[in-house]
């Protein structure tokens, strides 16, 4: 979260993607980071053990989600 704001910031369109588990933390992160509004996509936990079929899963769930954050649609 730090990072895609910090990113944002310096002008660099950015996409934060995290699980669900993380959602929590990742709005709290990005209050600290003094942007409390700032969007980004959320898709199932877990990644990390997953097959190669169902990590694109996960990406084809996050992608309109990364669109309408890349493109500012609501």
Do not use: K
Not at 15 to 40: D, H, M
Not at 46 to 63: H, W
């Amino acid at each position: 979260m730090h990072d895609g704001i910090e990113l944002e910031r310096r002008g660099i369109p950015t996409a934060v993607i995290c699980t669900e588990e993380f959602r929590a933390t990742a709005a709290a992160q990005a209050e600290i980071c003094g942007n409390p509004r700032y969007p980004f996509a959320v898709v199932r936990h877990p990644i990390g053990s997953l097959t190669r079929a169902e990590l694109d899963e996960r990406a084809l769930t996050a992608l309109p989600q990364v669109i309408a954050i890349l493109t500012g649609a609501p």
